[in-house]
T-cell receptor
Framework: GAVVSQHPSWVICKSGTSVKIECRSL??????MFWYRQFPKQSLMLMAT?????????EQGVEKDKFLINHASLTLSTLTVTSAHPEDSSFYIC??????????FGPGTRLTVL | AQTVTQSQPEMSVQEAETVTLSCTYD???????LFWYKQPPSRQMILVIR??????QNATENRFSVNFQKAAKSFSLKISDSQLGDAAMYFC??????????????????FGKGTLLTVNP
């Protein structure tokens, strides 16, 4: 199998607070994990690539100080949205790469910032 | 940079019939991977099928098959005997393999904009 979990599935927070989203590969080790953002009725937008034990690589236009990514182990990566604002409200999806070629996706996290 | 184009924003099919979703891509690389992912209303991205460019044989997974035309840079998905559960957004995606097949790569997926498939009972 290739199961990826995300927690929480839905989070509501107040403007100015920080939110952490966890992504776990449950039955395989993933050297590389990816974080995406998806707006309604649009495709996935890659935010950053996360390698275990090293700094994440952010896509152009993504604020690395706002979207903190940590890949502490071969099965866990976290995305922290710092000082969240209503414009950060979105659907965030992680994926983990198995066998160095195929990405398997988590179920996503819906973030609502009030 | 690679690009992936899905020219059909929406498609519909009658239950039990066959539908083909189109995908074209642009690349200068000779070896790569191509994928079809499905995103139902739950928004969970599900791998449907994978194709290695070096393989001439078209990939098949049960009712799902692809028509991979490397020279034409075309990668269409055929869904046979369509079922209500096939209703979803379908994304075509490209992945480079320049540098080898080892894990830990930073090779991104380039996605198309998606095709929304409706299955009519």
């Amino acid at each position: 199998g290739a199961v990826v979990s995300q927690h929480p599935s839905w989070v509501i927070c107040k403007s100015g607070t920080s939110v952490k989203i966890e992504c776990r590969s449950l039955d395989f080790q993933a050297t590389t994990m990816f974080w995406y953002r998806q707006f309604p009725k649009q495709s996935l937008m890659l935010m950053a690539t996360s390698n275990e034990g090293s700094k994440a690589t952010y896509e152009q236009g993504v604020e690395k100080d706002k979207f903190l990514i940590n890949h502490a182990s071969l099965t866990l990566s976290t995305l922290t949205v710092t000082s969240a604002h209503p414009e950060d409200s979105s659907f965030y999806i992680c994926s983990a790469e198995k066998y160095g070629d195929t990405q398997y996706f988590g179920p996503g996290t819906r973030l609502t910032v009030l | 940079a690679q690009t992936v184009t899905q020219s059909q924003p929406e498609m519909s099919v009658q239950e039990a019939e066959t539908v083909t979703l189109s995908c074209t891509y642009d690349t200068s690389e000779s070896d790569y991977y191509l994928f079809w992912y499905k995103q139902p209303p739950s928004r969970q991205m599900i791998l449907v099928i994978r194709q290695e460019a070096y393989k001439q044989q078209n990939a098949t997974e049960n009712r799902f098959s692809v028509n991979f035309q490397k020279a034409a840079k075309s990668f269409s998905l055929k869904i046979s005997d369509s079922q209500l559960g096939d209703a979803a957004m379908y994304f075509c995606a490209y992945r480079s393999i320049v540098g080898g097949y080892s894990g830990g790569s930073n090779y991104k997926l380039t996605f198309g904009k998606g095709t929304l498939l409706t299955v009519n009972p």
